[in-house]
């Protein structure tokens, strides 16, 4: 049986981080080496962390990362590496560099280049043309990165016409919900329709604004799943491919008609990498990891659930902080935030600050008390009465004779805000910022108040999702971990007496729906509407989220759960009259 | 004598504001209709307003600017009409449809589409393929759009080789220091390379961190200017252009040699427009602007100080807001806002807060004092004093035998920006802030402070040039606007006895050509500290500029005057381990 052992190194490199992430891509050939394997591959811009955005238009940044190859080259001996970086030519290229026996090979260079969503490769690479495949004894490989592998007509057509029995795709490929059935979906099909192995291989870790999940597959030339790396954590996954499977190649069809390769690239070469006889005997049968067809990603809200662990503790770690603060109120948005942190950091590096007004109910405090002792981290309390009442003493007589309005219950969580940012200040600690999405996105969160921070966890999850995500956090452990009462209660602000979230919103379970159409999939005022919602609710809920764009601007990153964030993902003026309705 | 009257209409659409874009298109046709001109021009993107950013993935969006067009499309009688709109066809393309007798005669793609900068064009666009001229009688155009200007192989050397006589190239160009210059050199050296007259129309007004110019430019085929839209104001520019002139055609040669055409387009096309008898006959004289050659564009002060007017204006206006509040230190940054503020919104939109603390000393109060009597501005003040000294109360117990530190002097910036936010709040007035780029770089500003606020009218100026901005002020005006102590003192934050700024920063004019290295030329420690900086210097510099990324994200947008602004314009990784030293 021809076999080919390949270890797809599933890490999680920094990004800027050169020397980092060298030695952790130096470590993982040893350990590839180890087992055997024939090729190790590494993800994505693997060298400089991804996405580097701007760092890439520095000189110097691209020099220092052609140099940290070169200090990988030098540990590439009898294994084939496969390692992303940033190649110069005349322009810059996003690349796969090939190393064997401490010589650069080949550099594949990044085909079709994502400009959209979060994603900005227009503005720094140009496209590749070339598309080869290795000839390594008596089989054949074809590389290619990420976006590359959702074109049909893409290198892998003109890669598995010139021989290539097994793909390597390497990817940085951020988390979205539902994103992993269907890239496995995809895969699968585009595994199947070339008579391929095709071996996915995806970056993990968090940064800024996104989470990448790992993930990685390797999947059979029938198109089925024959290994499967972690989800949300690194991995060395090393599996022996048997490429006599691979012989009885069909002709490509796609959609039952055969088509012809259109990509913009040249047709493919081959290129000789002249591998030593010894190369393709050592098959150790230990470290190799074979998982059954029938293993299963997470579900759902687990994937969402460690999507924000690893994204806090992630943000946290390589930002350089050790603990983190949370102004804790007795509602769900902060207790589920205050869960996340403890999974992502540990109880000892978490601090809950509970800052109680006239407002606050005995309710909400004893919550607080009640989540702090489930996850057995510290509180400590700062009353906000006497800071408050010193405003408004101060504001007497400039605002002598007018009613009071949004703006108090402002200053009570602009007053928030400021005792948060005093403890980060004092303690160098990371104030965590509790809102959700669905606050977010109609703007129902203080500008400098409770939006001040350095991390919006949730920034990202609706609150029906926080709902969800609390019931599966509780059924997980097995206990009340978030008080049951925490989900019961109706939501509220608490800044004026008797206050309720729905004073001001629809309810959450008709919100969210609303906005998700909106936000996410661009529906205009009739098209939701259409829906079955009440026209003057889905008015009122767009002309929020319209007339907020502004507080967006200036909250902290969190973390991309959905298909599409604010941030980087949604780019939207402020200045903007247009009304869909 | 073979002439064309065109008229160039400067003027300033706001994103999203379909209906009111329309309306204005439609009064200045029948204004050019008026002046008796054959061709009417609008910039790019005049129907959406520049740029529409994500309002552009939005079906309805891009259909009723399609519907805005047709509107337009019933007001074009016995003129042509030339206006940028989106197109759409398989896909979305920044298009300039040329309209006459009601009927759309033809639409030109964009082709070549900046994805730099503060440019996301590929975003959202297709390239276009086609240059086509257009027959009008016995004379030929050729129309394109921005960018495709700037490439001397471009569409305009087709359009030009198939006999148009002019090129109207349509532009939505934002403006920083020195581009119209370097525009104006280029502009010359495409229409006397290719023998053409070039009618260069710019859009005008400000968008969120953009603000464009205008400064529209007729150019006759030698490369001379023969007129000049105004600058940073709305104009319709109407000038008989001599073809008789255009007829000496020279070969296009670029560089000395001969180039073939290499735009990625296919060889221009002619389309007939088939003008009414009396479509070229009338000529009247009135309305006819024609500027002499040596006719200079202000300088470069002036024109910065103008850009800040018409950025803060155009924000506030187009935000819907009317009065502006802002904290006046006595400082020369908040000064400089106050004045801008004033010279944009009028004297009585405009009201300083001062609020003192202990550190604030009597000079930097009476320069408060002494610059709203300048300005004839209000102030009112609101000492923060106890507010502070409640914040210190309640934190006695949790930072029980720590020495104060950044901690309390962040508290009173806050405290700063609670009370600013509070008067926003209660009479609705927009909060500017007022640091500087300068301090923006290195992070020398408290978020959530000073930093509080709705637009950063200084965000892209360095400190050096606050003050020559203050000098040319006071210089234009005759008299000390912003008192002359102002300037002569040292900076301060006041948030300590004795502060001051170089306790922790270098020099201003020091600093500033440090910064500009590293931010804006891209520059890496070597280079810098070969242009003959101090070496720790530079490296403490870089280093405070990459750990302040976080701040500059939660910042309020601001103007771009530079090459390079904070915002859209430079996309920095929060987490980032790159030092470049």
């Known amino acids: 049986?021809?076999?080919?052992?390949?270890?797809?190194?599933?890490?999680?490199?920094?990004?800027?981080?050169?020397?980092?992430?060298?030695?952790?891509?130096?470590?993982?050939?040893k350990k590839s080496k180890k087992a055997s394997a024939h090729i190790v591959a590494f993800p994505e811009l693997a060298v400089t962390g991804y996405p580097p955005e701007d760092l890439l238009l520095k000189n110097k940044f691209i020099e220092d990362n052609v140099n940290a190859l070169k200090k990988i080259q030098m540990h590439a001996g009898d294994i084939i590496v496969i390692v992303g970086y940033?190649?110069?030519?005349?322009?810059?290229?996003?690349a796969a560099a090939l190393l064997y026996k401490k010589r650069l090979i080949d550099t594949y260079h990044k085909i079709f280049l994502p400009n959209y969503g979060v994603f900005d490769e227009y503005r720094y690479f140009k496209p590749g043309s070339r598309s080869p495949v290795y000839r390594i004894g008596d089989t054949c490989i074809g590389v290619n990165i990420c976006e590359d592998i959702w074109h049909p007509e893409g290198p892998i057509l003109s890669q598995t016409r010139k021989g290539?029995?097994?793909?390597?795709?390497i990817n940085a490929s951020p988390y979205s919900i539902g994103?992993?059935?269907?890239?496995?979906?995809?895969?699968?099909?585009?595994a199947s329709e070339n008579a391929v192995?095709?071996?996915?291989?995806?970056?993990?870790?968090?940064?800024?604004?996104?989470?990448f999940d790992g993930h990685s597959l390797i999947i059979n030339q029938e198109g089925s799943v024959i290994a499967r790396g972690k989800q949300f954590e690194e991995d060395l996954l090393v599996v022996d491919l048997n490429l006599d499977g691979v012989k009885l190649k069909k002709p490509y069809t796609h959609g039952k008609r055969q088509v012809a390769t259109k990509h913009p690239g040249k047709p493919a070469e081959t290129i000789e990498i002249p591998v030593t006889k010894t190369f393709r005997k050592a098959t150790v049968k230990q470290h190799v990891r074979l998982v059954p067809r029938d293993n299963q990603c997470m579900e759902s809200l687990q994937e969402i659930y460690m999507a924000l662990v690893l994204g806090t503790f992630d943000y946290v770690r390589k930002n350089g902080f050790r603990v983190v603060v949370i102004g804790l109120s007795g509602g769900a948005d902060s207790s589920l935030v205050a869960s996340i942190a403890v999974d992502a950091l540990g109880v000892k590096n978490v601090v809950g600050l509970l800052m109680p007004s006239p407002y606050t109910s005995p309710e909400s405090k004893e919550d607080v008390h009640a989540l702090a002792k489930n996850l057995r981290i510290k509180i400590t309390e700062v009353p906000i009465?006497?800071?408050?009442?010193?405003?408004?003493d101060s504001f007497k007589q400039p605002f002598k004779g007018m009613p009071s309005d949004v703006t108090e219950e402002n200053l009570q969580a602009r007053i928030r805000g400021n005792v948060l940012m005093a403890f980060s200040n004092k303690f160098g600690w990371l104030v965590l910022t509790t809102?959700?999405?669905?606050?977010?996105?109609?703007?129902?969160?203080?500008?400098?108040?409770?939006?001040a921070g350095g991390f919006a966890v949730l920034k990202d999850v609706p609150k029906t999702m926080v709902y969800e995500l609390i019931n599966w956090k509780n059924s997980?452990?097995?206990?009340?971990?978030?008080?049951?009462?925490?989900?019961?209660?109706?939501?509220?602000?608490?800044l004026r007496p008797g206050q309720k979230d729905t004073d001001t919103l629809p309810p959450y379970h008709i919100l969210d729906p609303i906005l998700r159409a909106y936000i996410e999939d661009d529906k205009c005022f009739k098209e939701i509407v259409s829906l079955g919602f009440n026209a003057k609710c889905v008015r009122n809920v767009i002309s929020m989220v319209d007339r907020s764009e502004y507080k967006r601007r200036q909250s902290p990153p969190g973390i991309k759960i959905t298909q599409r964030a604010f941030g980087r993902d949604r780019r939207f003026p402020i200045t903007n009259k247009y009304k869909g309705y």
């Open 197 to 211: 192995i095709l071996a996915y291989l995806n970056i993990v870790g968090g940064q800024d604004e996104l989470v």
């Open 385 to 392: 009465n006497t800071i408050f009442e010193s405003y408004l």
């Open 179 to 190: 994103k992993s059935r269907l890239r496995e979906h995809m895969l699968s099909e585009r």
């Open 86 to 94: 940033v190649d110069k030519k005349d322009y810059i290229y996003n």
């Open 164 to 169: 290539a029995e097994v793909i390597v795709n």
């Open 1 to 29: 049986m021809r076999t080919l052992r390949v270890a797809m190194a599933q890490i999680n490199p920094t990004v800027g981080d050169l020397k980092g992430n060298v030695s952790k891509i130096i470590d993982y050939i």
């Open 435 to 451: 809102g959700n999405k669905s606050e977010m996105s109609v703007g129902y969160a203080t500008l400098y108040g409770d939006m």
């Open 476 to 494: 997980k452990t097995g206990r009340q971990v978030i008080p049951d009462r925490v989900i019961r209660k109706a939501p509220t602000a608490e």
